[in-house]
């Protein structure tokens, strides 16, 4: 069914405050999903209403946004979705039918917006100071610890307002009382931290516990409340410095006179760090904050010796979670300040949750079994090579993932780069087939013939990689692995976008990969699955989802893979199926079916079948550069801090550690913004929407390329 939308329209300036209506898709939730409601915007009253459909208009509206203090967003999912974002926290995701209406919608809603908030804010001054405190909590026979069911929590507390006398000016603020403001903020975050402190001394059970969900609601918010201060106050830094500008010496910035409460301050019950005296930081974090900046560093591509890597001898056991009955506050906690499809980007999650490793690693582990990589080009034919791009495309998410743990591995920090290879005796490499036996030794012979004099041509073949955070906001990552002598690359870039789904966080990886074969002048393209941790209240467990395709547009071939999510009843986990078929035809030549990090059912087109027990495939360790040969940007000797915390079993000094890290980029942040310097990459270009690396094999060597796509 069609719905006709309808728009009153204006055409002066003043009629930008008369009512508008029409139909909009309305994000109800993840079952319903989206449905078309009708709505009307009330200039007059600063109201948001919709209705079922139009003819219901007279009755009353199904739902109801105060737009006082709203926040209007367009998404950035597409340019026809936008959110609106009530002060009460109550939220609309909507969608118009494109861009033009989306932008009609959100200019007009602002425009409401910003004359009730200035309404409201004229006939209602800010009240000048709020305190809090905890009441006595007395023994457990205490009447005030006896809290009847329908009692409100906040009688708990004392809330005083103190008001100017009346007629009484309150003087402009000079620059020279930004350190009496700072001192009065300071007190202010030492009775948070004592409010906190309170709640989380309250008993496990009883009528009233640290778990209550209005005293959890209270420490979120009041943990907001002081970022948000804190942020009015940076605000009021840079306007000083502008005004001073003239005066201040070239290459000034402004920084945080202390550093901004971070949620991982309060991960753990009753600790009240304070990380703004210098005495008391461990030599270490002192360190990470006094780094050299990215940007005073050379970006220069480095050239890695692979002599000086060796084999990879650390071990990083990662155990899951299990039960998380000792973190639940945390995550309560954190839950309270979440809403139904919240972007996560930016915020702070608990360090007990983190892997030792950064999400530049782990893409390098998804090369841990470098045998299949290479035996890609040894296919004899392009449906076999097809084939073979798929079986070591499923084999990578086992190791690349570890199995099914629920943690996450560290967001990396932006410049962070990763540098690894791995060396693959040749007799372990699936040879092709006889059929392609005698074209291939003639190309390894062409390949030898170029070789100089006297120099043995070693008998393993290297994989070489190497990984960069390209972007903050958004955060993308590029990754790039090569054989040289097998003529083949692989080219990808991510975005990871995470979002809260109530009792479950989804990843989503937006981007895709090139894999090279110049040998064969083939190029397939690539998906990456989305990624969801499940039960995080219970025993937290992380599965895959979604649907990948692969293509390859000169051969003809393509692959469709489906990482299928557990129903709510019954069915297995980690279930995959796939097949691969020749898309002139139409006809399937290999079938997949069973579990990404279990066994895999590949079944061909000749009736044959053949099993790969992934818990059984040998893992080739990767070969790293000792730490002291690191680069300080490199993800090992960045991180390592925080990894050897984590592995000592003290998620304080690993938060810490990481909360050192992200303070420093939000700083380096800042004076890129102040000073209008655009980030510069090191391994990176970006190419419309994606990012390449600097030097691809394709572009070193194009005449063999060439030669290979003539013989084709």
């Known amino acids: 069914m069609q719905l ?3 728009f009153k329209l204006g055409l002066s300036q003043s009629d930008h405050m008369e009512n508008i209506y029409g139909y909009l898709m309305k994000y109800t939730n993840l079952v319903t999903g989206w449905q078309y409601r009708f709505f009307v915007l009330n200039n007059e009253a600063g109201l948001l209403e919709y209705f079922v459909n139009e003819q219901s208009r007279n009755q009353k509206p199904r739902g109801t946004l105060q737009l006082a203090g709203a926040v209007i967003s367009p998404s950035d999912e597409d340019s026809h979705t936008f959110t609106v974002n009530a002060a009460s926290g109550e939220q609309y995701k909507l969608r118009a039918t494109d861009a033009k209406e989306r932008q009609h919608w959100v200019s007009r809603l602002q425009i409401c917006t910003q004359h009730h908030t200035e309404a409201i804010g004229k006939n209602n001054p800010p009240l000048k100071s709020r305190s809090f405190s905890l009441a006595s909590q007395g023994s457990g026979n205490s009447p005030g610890v006896q809290r009847r069911p329908s009692q409100n929590p906040v009688s708990f507390f004392n809330v005083g307002h103190h008001k100017l006398p009346a007629g009484k000016r309150v003087p402009i603020l000079q620059p020279d009382h930004l350190v009496d403001v700072r001192e009065m903020m300071s007190q202010a975050e030492g009775q948070q931290r004592d409010l906190i402190r309170n709640i989380e001394c309250l008993p496990a059970s009883g009528h009233l516990t640290s778990l209550d969900p209005d005293l959890l609601m209270l420490k979120a918010t009041s943990m907001a409340t002081m970022n948000c201060l804190n942020d009015c106050f940076h605000i009021l830094q840079l306007q000083h410095a502008s005004q001073q500008k003239g005066s201040l010496p070239a290459g000034t910035t402004i920084s945080w006179l202390e550093p901004k409460i971070s949620l991982s301050n309060h991960f753990k019950n009753g600790a009240a760090q304070n990380f ?14 006094s780094m050299p900046e990215p940007c005073h560093l050379t970006r220069e591509p480095e050239e890695i010796n692979p002599d000086e890597e060796l084999e990879d001898t650390c071990v990083n056991k990662e155990d899951d979670l299990g039960a998380v009955e000792e973190q639940r506050s945390v995550i309560l906690h954190l839950l309270s300040q979440l809403k139904l499809g919240m972007d996560l980007t930016r915020v702070v999650l608990p360090t007990f949750i983190l892997e030792k490793r950064s999400l530049l690693e782990m893409y390098a582990d998804f090369m841990s079994h470098p045998d299949l990589f290479i035996a890609i080009t040894n296919g004899a034919t392009p449906e076999e090579r097809m084939i073979r791009f798929v079986e070591y495309y499923l084999t ?5 993932r570890k199995g099914a743990i629920a943690k996450k591995p560290y967001n990396p920090i932006i410049g962070e780069t990763f540098h690894c290879s791995w060396r693959m005796a040749k007799g372990e490499v699936a040879s092709d087939s006889d059929s392609n036996s005698s074209s291939h030794s003639l190309s390894e012979q062409a390949t030898l013939s170029q070789e100089p004099e006297g120099q043995v041509e070693p008998d393993y073949y290297t994989v070489r990689f190497v990984a960069e955070q390209v972007s ?22 991510v975005w990871t976008k995470s979002k809260f789904l109530g009792m479950s966080i989804g990843v989503t990886m937006v981007g895709e990969g090139l894999l090279s074969l110049l040998e064969y002048g083939e190029e397939y393209t690539f998906s990456l699955p989305c990624a969801y941790a499940r039960s995080i209240l219970t025993v937290p467990w992380v599965e895959l989802g979604g649907k990948v395709n692969v293509n390859c547009a000169k051969t003809g071939y393509s692959a469709s893979i489906t990482f299928h999510t557990k129903p709510f009843y019954g069915g297995k986990l980690h279930r995959v199926t796939g097949e691969v078929k020749q898309n002139a035809t139409n006809t ?6 069973g579990e990404w990090n279990s066994v895999l059912e590949f ?13 059984k495939l040998s893992v080739t360790r990767k070969r790293v550069r000792p730490l002291e040969k690191q680069g300080p940007f490199e993800s090992r000797r960045l991180w390592q801090h925080v990894t050897e915390s984590l592995k000592d079993g003290n998620i304080d000094k690993a938060t810490e550690h990481k909360r050192a890290l992200e303070e420093r980029q939000r700083n380096e942040e800042r004076l890129r913004a102040e000073t209008e310097a655009p980030w510069s990459t090191k391994y990176f270009v970006k190419e419309g929407d994606g990012w390449v690396y600097y030097n691809p094999l394709w572009k070193t060597a194009p005449t063999l390329q060439t030669q290979q796509m003539d013989t084709n």
């Open 396 to 400: 990578s998410f086992h190791e690349g």
């Open 276 to 289: 703004s005296s210098e005495s008391n930081k461990p030599a270490s974090v002192i360190e990470e904050q």
């Open 588 to 593: 399937v030549v290999c079938r997949v079916q």
């Open 603 to 615: 079944t061909y087109s000749n009736g044959e079948t053949k099993y790969v027990d992934l818990t």
């Open 4 to 6: 006709a939308r309808v």
């Open 472 to 493: 903050h906001h958004p955060p993308v990552s590029g990754f790039y692995a090569e054989c040289v002598e097998k003529k083949m690359c692989v080219n990808a870039h």
